[in-house]
């Protein structure tokens, strides 16, 4: 058995994604077979540093942990890792978006919310990952929030990566 990092529900050894939250978990599966050897931290997981966000007004959001991180709005069902309503957000879904982190950096992913996610003014299709990179500016529904990556997470625009694209 695999437990999901995200819900913590059980699924068969090999499973590639949670049935009930839908989190991939071929990360975990990969870690449990020894394909994933990067720094770690104490948990096994990848080793990685806070996650900053940004708002306009200048306030700063600290996310630690490990993550996945849930944004939404609080309901009787679920409770968000970020309560967008709280950070001024007027239409946001109860799960609109999903922070977290994979081997190749941070990726948000829109959970069919009814009023969208967009990474730097594009939308994002929902269940499609998109990478973050430092500085990316991220709108959930009607709150624009700016992505700081730790140090060791930034990715500069002349790295071998970005010559590729």
């Known amino acids: 058995m695999i437990k999901c990092p995200y819900c913590q529900h059980e699924e068969m050894a090999g499973a590639l994604f949670c049935r009930h939250c839908g989190y991939p978990l071929w990360e975990e599966v990969a870690r449990r077979t020894g394909g994933d050897q990067g720094r770690r931290g104490a948990s096994g997981r990848p080793a990685r540093g806070p996650v900053h966000l940004r708002l306009p007004d200048g306030r700063v959001i600290t996310l630690s942990g490990s993550g996945p991180w ?35 950096g941070l990726f948000v992913v829109d959970l069919a919310s009814t009023n969208g996610t967009w990474v730097n003014g594009q939308r994002l299709s929902p269940y ?31 790295s071998q990566e970005e010559r590729r694209v």
């Open 70 to 104: 849930l944004i939404g709005r609080p309901s009787d069902a679920v409770l968000p890792d970020v309560d967008a309503q709280a950070l001024g957000a007027r239409h946001v879904s109860r799960q609109h978006a999903r922070l977290e982190w994979r081997r190749e």
């Open 128 to 158: 499609e990952p998109q990478r973050l990179r430092d500085g990316d500016w991220v709108r959930w529904a009607d709150l624009d929030v700016q992505i700081l990556l730790p140090p060791q997470d930034r990715v500069s625009p002349t």
